[in-house]
């Protein structure tokens, strides 16, 4: 399906919270003859993957997809396993549980060396397991760098043996409400697949996972019909696990790693990822990093996505004013985190929760209303010119690549018609004189907020006074001029208790003012690359006072943040499916971008999907994409004819072997 289509699926794009796998193994695998076997080099395994989703807009409640799988794999490799971890990375928490019991106290009946036997067994291949699982920190953590977002480490758990029956009174408990209950059509879905009915071992990790984790059992409001059940193929795209990902270099080495020292060249050039990744948006290269662990393999897919960038490629004009104006508009803000932060914030407001700062839930109206008001225009301005009037496409027989392109911008333009209401919200309640200095509610909604307002602009006037007289100080102290002392704001994370500080851009000038005004009460800070940080009693007290008048200001306003924020946050699913689109062409437009500025020249690939067209692989004067931007390289394109049934593999020799 087309990912500009009126219909399309939920965006499978990690936004704050990460995936949780759990996994059930089983020794008994099956055999040919369809009876169970204890084959020992095969394990059955089950698979649920609890991962979140982007919804559609306003209406659709599903923020979370429980997809499940089940297959057999090697028990001294798991590749399978290996392959799945590469595709929902980034994962945050791994469960592994085994059917059978550890428990071998059990001494006292004739079969005690046999069970001993079979805990030892479990145990082992439970080890292998979780080795396998435990050396994948790669995809404990994403490649792109989020400063909002948590990379901490993946934690894999081994889970207590659960009966079926609990687990099954467990997953029958929590999945009629999350599902929406039992008349909801995704229960009605749950209940009639047949795949879940006849894999039991899937119900039984779904039990698993619900004992685990007691909190998504949650039976809020807010959770209900928030998850729907969906069945998994390993095919459903190419599978790729860890040795394949690094033998083609899919993604930057780690640092510090020896296959960052073996591979050279830097993050821009040395793994697909960096070559391909020219995306505005945080989001866009999330989304990149996404297709790029779980490739397509649906052939209209593809091609509908090649359709949109040979356009791009087509017309430089439209497509660098679309990066550079419409989606670099979008470069400082993460709507994915916005919207989680959005939906926490509005959560603990309905919820009668502690809303922790206002200050902090209003930055994110603040933030709601720069995405509708600001962003959002003008890259419609600049994608609406990338697409042709409806009169336009009637008189002509346009190109799905335009089709898809007008898709999008209606898309988005419904988008900024549903967040119309959200702006009228923002304008009306925020103090935008304040902002983005400070986030507070506007002061003639109450009286109380008026007297404290005019005390807030008392402090800032004697705060101008207080920078201006620093200013003539340090002007008749050093000779150097006016305006030489900065005033700044001082970072919530630094160690000092002041809301302000001075800084003098010169290192030097620290030895002059501890001998010339130390005497007026300056106290040095500290002093870094970029200057020397110091305060004043006066500028120390005047800020003091600034925290007291903001603290109550935080309090008398509450009530109306918290009715506020329960309002705002009802525009979370509209924010995700901008995001979704906003992504999806962000990273389009990347690739348009990288193959119309190769100094080489990129290709359209032609594919086909039928024995009629042949089955293989043929390229012709193929290149690394890698190795040819290293410097001082210079790569000797190869052909390659890999054809099903005649050739299986080539022998590369020369001086390309070793790419």
Request: hydrophobic share 35%; net charge negative.
């Amino acid at each position: 399906m087309s990912f500009f289509s009126a219909g399309k699926q939920a965006e499978e794009v990690p936004s704050s919270p990460m995936s949780i796998v759990t996994i059930l193994l089983s020794r008994s695998a099956t055999s040919a003859g369809g009876n169970s076997t204890h084959d020992s080099s095969t394990a059955k395994l089950a698979v649920v993957v609890r991962k979140p989703i982007k919804r559609s807009g306003h209406g659709d409640k599903v923020s979370h997809k429980l997809e499940y799988f089940t297959f057999l794999d090697d028990r001294r490799s798991f590749a399978n396993v290996d392959a799945l971890l590469t595709r929902f990375a980034p994962v945050s928490t791994v469960y592994v549980a085994c059917t059978e019991s550890l428990d071998d106290n059990n001494n006292n009946d004739s079969s005690a060396k046999s069970k001993k036997r079979s805990v030892a067994e479990v145990s082992k291949v439970l080890q292998q397991l979780v080795h396998v699982i435990e050396s994948r920190v790669d995809v404990s953590e994403s490649n792109v760098n989020d400063d909002d977002d948590d990379n901490s480490s993946m934690t894999v758990n081994v889970l207590p043996n659960l009966s079926k029956a609990k687990a099954s009174s467990l997953v029958e408990q929590c999945l009629k409400h999350l599902l929406g209950g039992e008349t909801s059509e995704a229960h009605l879905a749950y209940r009639g697949d047949k795949r879940m009915a006849e894999e039991s071992m899937v119900s039984w990790c779904l039990g698993h996972l619900f004992n685990a984790d007691r909190s998504l059992c949650d039976e809020s409001d807010d959770s209900e019909g928030s998850c729907c059940v969906v069945s998994g193929t390993l095919h459903s795209h190419l599978a790729l696990d860890r040795t394949a990902s690094e033998a083609i270099h899919l993604f930057p080495p780690r640092n510090g790693s020896g296959a960052a020292l073996l591979t050279g060249g830097n993050s821009s050039n040395n793994s697909l990822y960096g070559v391909l990744n020219h995306c505005q948006t945080k989001m866009g290269s999330r989304t990149l990093e996404v297709w790029l662990r779980q490739p397509c393999v649906e052939l209209k897919e593809i091609m509908r996505r090649q359709d949109v960038v040979a356009k791009l490629v087509e017309d430089s004009i439209g497509r660098d004013r679309l990066r550079e104006e419409g989606l670099a508009a979008f470069r400082g803000l993460d709507i994915d985190a916005l919207g989680y932060k959005l939906d926490a914030v509005g959560r603990a407001a309905r919820e009668g929760g502690n809303l922790g700062s206002t200050s902090k839930a209003l930055e994110c109206l603040y933030k709601l209303h720069l995405f509708a008001d600001k962003c959002l225009p003008t890259l419609l301005d600049s994608l609406g010119a990338l697409v042709p009037t409806e009169e336009e496409q009637q008189q002509s027989d346009e190109s799905d690549d335009t089709c898809a392109l007008s898709s999008c911008f209606k898309g988005l333009s419904g988008v900024m018609n549903h967040l119309g209401k959200a702006v009228e919200l923002a304008e009306k309640v925020i103090d935008f004189n304040a902002a983005p200095r400070d986030f507070i509610i506007k002061p003639d909604l109450d009286e109380n907020l008026r007297d404290i307002k005019n005390e807030l602009d008392g402090v800032q006037g004697e705060l101008e006074a207080i920078h201006e007289e620093m200013n003539e100080i340090w002007a008749d102290v050093s000779g150097q001029g006016n305006n030489q002392v900065r005033l700044e704001d001082v970072d919530s994370n630094s160690n000092t208790s002041c809301v302000w500080q001075f800084r003098l851009p010169k290192t030097n000038d620290a030895k002059l003012l501890e001998s010339k005004l130390k005497d007026r009460g300056v106290k040095i800070h500290r002093i870094l690359k970029n200057g020397v940080y110091f305060s004043t009693k006066e500028l120390t007290q005047l800020g003091t006072k600034k925290k007291d008048l903001m603290t109550e200001y935080e309090e008398k306003q509450r009530d109306m943040v918290i009715k506020c924020m329960a309002v705002a946050s009802t525009y979370v699913p509209v924010l995700e499916s901008a995001s979704a689109l906003l992504a999806e062409l962000d990273v389009l437009t990347s690739f348009a971008h990288v193959a119309a500025y190769s100094s080489s020249g990129y290709c359209r690939p032609e594919m086909t999907d039928g024995e009629e067209d042949g089955l293989g692989i043929t390229l012709e004067q193929a290149r690394h994409p890698c190795v040819e931007l290293q410097d001082d390289m210079n790569f000797i394109a190869n052909d390659f004819n890999l054809t099903f049934g005649e050739s299986s593999y080539l022998i590369v020799t020369g001086p390309n072997m070793g790419g």
